[in-house]
């Protein structure tokens, strides 16, 4: 399976002083390199057929990066909607996978619809701060939800430490981009209570891309316990917590999609 190796840094004010290369500013890149394998999409397919129903749907990722997790959806979808606070990503959602997108922070999305599917498989739930915020996130969601509608979500729990630092946690094949090659790497830096330190590595050939991002930055993992938190946000309940890998029932340890609809 891909790397659901998550999210990223978020942007500061301090970036407009002293710009950093960023993944999120080109798109096109981060669509090429964290595409979703055929497997990681038929495991959330079928969580939504099995919680949702069949297709078509009205999907939303609240948090649609290049909107990689709406194209594969998009021959099921009766709309594709993206929402996300970095620019370059929304024109890019727009304009390559044909998506209503909209400029916004994903803890108040405004859109003039409501959904099937709320869906974020990426892990952005790592950046958000503590479980109360994630619990009253998912109630907002489920507010934009249609009748019969679902909530899925990625979530990144607690795993034993690793046994040695730094460690290599997932790394692509070169990939083709536009005028060149691109490949990405994750490594874990640091294993903390609640947090890893990540370093993301993107190296590129050709096609006037910058030859290398490299990004460090902390991501909530969370405590098998956050799961009991979960389990009746505002308005919602919590239905399944499966393998990412697989689609089973699964304890909360490792990559886990969560899936919420009305209460
Ligand atoms: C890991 S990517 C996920 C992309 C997409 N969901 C996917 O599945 O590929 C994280 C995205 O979340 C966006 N993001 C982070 N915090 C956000 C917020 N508070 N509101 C909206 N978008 C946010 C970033 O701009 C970035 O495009």
Redesign the pocket.
């Known amino acids: 399976m891909s790397a659901h190796i998550?999210?990223?840094p978020?942007?500061t004010g301090g970036e407009a002083l002293a710009p950093a290369l960023n993944l999120?500013r080109f798109p096109h890149l981060?669509d090429v390199l964290?595409a979703?394998d055929d497997g990681d999409v038929a495991v959330v397919r079928e969580l939504i057929e099995r919680f949702v129903g069949p297709a078509p749907w009205a999907i939303l990722?609240?948090?649609?990066?290049?909107?990689?997790?709406l194209r594969p959806f998009a021959p099921h979808a009766a709309l594709l909607a993206g929402?996300?606070?970095?620019p370059e990503?929304v024109e890019y959602t727009r304009a390559c996978v044909g998506a209503h997108t909209v400029l916004?922070?994903?803890?108040d999305p405004q859109l003039p619809h409501t959904f099937d599917v709320i869906l974020?498989?990426?892990?952005?739930t790592s950046?958000v701060p503590d479980a109360a915020t994630l619990c009253r996130w998912v109630g907002t969601l489920g507010s934009l939800l249609s009748k019969g509608g679902a909530v899925v979500l990625l979530m990144n729990f607690e795993t034993p430490p690793a046994a040695e630092l730094p460690a290599a946690l997932w790394q692509s094949d070169w990939r083709p981009v536009p005028g060149g090659f691109a490949r990405i790497r994750y490594d874990l830096l640091a294993d903390m209570p609640g947090a890893q330190r990540i370093r993301r590595t993107v190296e590129t050939e050709g096609g006037g891309w910058p030859p290398l991002i490299v990004e460090d930055y902390d991501l909530s993992v969370w405590p098998s316990d956050t799961l009991q938190a979960l389990a009746a946000p505002p308005g919602m309940r919590l239905r399944a917590c499966v393998d990412a890998a697989n689609g089973q029932a699964a304890d909360a340890q490792g990559e886990r999609l969560l899936v919420f609809t009305a209460a």
């Open positions: 998550v999210a990223g978020v942007l999120y981060y964290k979703p990722d609240p948090a649609c990066g290049p909107g990689n997790w929402n996300d606070n970095c990503m916004g922070d994903m803890y974020e498989a990426s892990g952005v950046l």
